[in-house]
Antibody, heavy 120, light 111 residues
């Protein structure tokens, strides 16, 4: 059974840091990219960032560029989102997401989300 | 790339069709010739789920009452006959240009 499980959310003060984890099981994690998508309370989905299957490529939304970094440990089937210099606007549920829609492989996996609250 | 969805809210009668529009501010054809436009559905309190990838391809387990179509900058998700389980918010997302972007969402509810 495929699972993506996020952890690491919680309450942080503005300017502080948090590190989210996304632990995967049930599929070949090391072959696919991992996206992070967030959803502020009562708002729509916002794509945050993606890390390639081997960690060699990363892309970020403008809203987090320069503050957030990505990494992954394929030996532990885990991806990480390091969030620095947090602001109130970073308050959201953060989902990790892995998908494929090409090369004959089609899947779409989401975690249950982890809540990040930035508050003084 | 800005993704603009309409309508914002869509009240629908059970068994009736529904249609959601998604327009991109730039063309979504990638250099490989494919168009990376997906549709997602999110029920209240749940994680999103992809329904359609590359404009018109249904994901596994997605009922055939869902149809994606479009090209260039104009895309549409159609539900042929709305069922109760279809309520929630629908999002389009472009995967062609960095950064990836979602539309603002369309809330489907039963009249």
């Amino acid at each position: 059974q495929v699972q993506l499980v996020e952890s690491g959310g919680g309450v942080a003060q503005p300017g502080r840091s948090l590190r989210l984890s996304c632990a995967a099981s049930g599929f070949t994690f090391s072959s696919y990219g991992v996206h992070w998508v967030r959803q502020a309370p009562g708002k729509g989905l916002e794509w945050v960032a993606v890390i390639s299957f081997d960690g060699s490529k990363v892309y970020f939304a403008d809203s987090v560029k320069g503050r957030f970094t990505l990494s992954r440990d394929n030996s532990k089937n885990t991806a990480f989102l390091q969030m620095n210099r947090l602001t109130l606007a970073d308050t959201a549920v953060y989902y990790c997401h892995s998908e494929s829609g090409s090369s004959g492989v089609v899947f779409d996996y989401w975690g249950q989300g982890t809540l990040v609250i930035v508050s003084s | 790339v800005v993704m603009t969805q309409s309508p914002l809210s869509l009240p629908v009668t059970l068994g009736q069709p529904a249609s959601i529009s998604c327009r991109s501010s730039q063309g979504l054809v990638y250099s490989d010739g494919d168009t990376y436009l997906s549709w997602f559905h999110q029920r209240p309190g749940q994680s999103p789920r992809r329904l359609i990838y590359r404009v018109s391809n249904r994901d596994s387990g997605v009922p055939d009452r869902f149809t994606g179509s479009g090209s260039g900058t104009d895309f549409t998700l159609r539900i042929s006959r709305v069922e109760a389980e279809d309520v929630g918010v629908y999002y389009c997302m472009q995967g062609t240009h960095w950064p990836l972007t979602f539309g603002g969402g369309t809330k489907v509810e039963i009249k």
